[in-house]
C-alpha cells in the first residue's frame, strides 16, 4: 500500500520542477487496542505550525526558506514551478518545498477565502 504527494525540487541549474514522490505503508499496531493501521517511515520534524495567506499571489518568485511539508487546511493553492509546470492543492494534500536554491517557485492563493496550511519544518 502506498500514497503519494508532490515535490518541488531544484535541479543544478536552478530550475524548479515537480516530482510525485511515492510513499509505502505498512500495516502496524500503532495504538493498541485500536485496530492496526498503515503507517510510513517516520520522519523527524523541526518546527510545526499553521500559516494563513490572504486571497491573490503570494508575492514573487522565491525559493523555499526551509524544506518543509504543506497541508492545505482550506483554501486553495496554485505553485508555478519554472520550468512552466503548475498544480493545485486543495484541502487535505500535502506537497513538500525543497527548492531552496535557485529562482523557486510562485504561490498564489486561487479561493475567494484565506489559504490555510499547516506547516512541517524537516530538519536540514
Known amino acids: 500500500m502506498a500514497v503519494t ?3 518541488i525540487y531544484a535541479d543544478e ?3 524548479s520542477h515537480f516530482e510525485t514522490v511515492e510513499v509505502a505503508l505498512k500495516e502496524v499496531d500503532y495504538a493498541p487496542p485500536a485496530d ?3 503507517l510510513s517511515e517516520l520522519e523527524a520534524a523541526t518546527k510545526v505550525g499553521v500559516l494563513m495567506v490572504s486571497p491573490g499571489p503570494a508575492g514573487d518568485w522565491h525559493p523555499t526558506p526551509v ?3 504543506l497541508v492545505v487546511v482550506s483554501g486553495e493553492a496554485e505553485i508555478t514551478v519554472s520550468d512552466g ?3 493545485r492543492f486543495k484541502p487535505g ?3 513538500l518545498t525543497a527548492d531552496k536554491t535557485g529562482k523557486g517557485h ?3 492563493n486561487v479561493s475567494s477565502e484565506p489559504l490555510v496550511l499547516m506547516v512541517i519544518h524537516l530538519p536540514d
Open 36 to 38: 492496526p493501521v498503515y
Open 106 to 108: 510562485y504561490s498564489e
Open 93 to 95: 494534500q500535502v506537497f
Open 13 to 15: 541549474d536552478g530550475e
Open 67 to 69: 524544506t518543509q511539508y
Open 5 to 7: 504527494y508532490d515535490r
Open 85 to 87: 509546470e503548475k498544480r
